[in-house]
């Protein structure tokens, strides 16, 4: 199994700033991933994270608003920008390889913003 | 598009006891792949077990089994002698085979195990 470290593991950020998450797999992976997990709510893809290329990004979830790094197969990046209070949320990465088909989830960064 | 429902917002078991939490998904695919992950408060999500579509027997880990009806579309677990490491929230979740496939959520369900 792929071992997945994410931090910061929580922020609280002023409103209009933007705060850059970091997802470090122990191992390289076909896919990442990053989900958003609003406050009592299920998990809802925001992006996969190409190797080398742009992010693909889900209906409702935009490059400007939340750009995506990786640039190798064991890191990736997600940002938060302009944020305001709706961003409030946990944000977790996930990894896995097609060999297995199982995919694995990182601590999550608990995000909250006044 | 796919989906998956948790019927159950919340469950209780008693420690020792059995508990079946039950999942439906609706897809058009022939070949896909089902989850069950676990969410402590420590927000951690940790794969519980996983069921390939094609395979029809139910796949089984320690104290934790599925009843996989492909034709009903129907992924329920089954948690034997429950623990209190097991409270938590459960997640069912479904996965198209593909490189690109993403995972699709149910609601989940909030599992309560008591003394």
């Known amino acids: 199994s792929a071992v997945i470290s994410q931090k910061p593991s929580r922020d609280i950020c002023q409103r209009g700033t933007s705060l850059t998450i970091q997802c470090q797999v122990d191992s390289q992976v076909t896919m990442m991933f990053w989900y958003r997990q609003q406050p009592g709510q299920s998990l809802t893809l925001i992006a996969t994270?190409?190797?080398?290329?742009?992010?693909?990004?889900e209906s409702g979830f935009v490059i400007d608003k939340f750009p995506i790094s990786r640039p190798n197969l064991t890191f990736s990046t997600l940002t938060v920008s302009n944020m305001s209070p709706e961003d409030s949320s946990i944000y977790l990465c996930s990894a896995g390889d097609t060999e297995n088909e199982k995919l694995f989830f990182g601590s999550g960064t608990q995000l909250s913003v006044l | 598009a796919q989906t998956v429902t948790q019927s159950q917002p919340e469950m209780s078991v008693q420690e020792a006891e059995t508990v079946t939490l039950s999942c439906t998904y609706d897809?058009?695919?022939?070949?896909?792949?089902l989850f069950w992950y676990k969410q402590p408060p420590s927000r951690q999500m940790i794969l519980v077990i996983r069921?390939?579509?094609?395979?029809?027997q139910n796949a089984t880990e320690n104290r934790f089994s599925v009843n996989f009806q492909k034709a009903a579309k129907s992924f329920s677990l089954k948690i034997s002698d429950s623990q209190l490491g097991d409270a938590a929230m459960y997640f069912c979740a479904y996965r198209a085979t593909g490189t690109a496939s993403k995972l699709t959520f149910g609601t989940g369900t909030r599992l309560q195990v008591t003394l």
């Open positions: 994270a190409n190797q080398g290329s742009e992010a693909t990004y």
């Open positions: 069921q390939e579509a094609y395979k029809q």
């Open positions: 897809t058009s695919e022939s070949d896909y792949y």
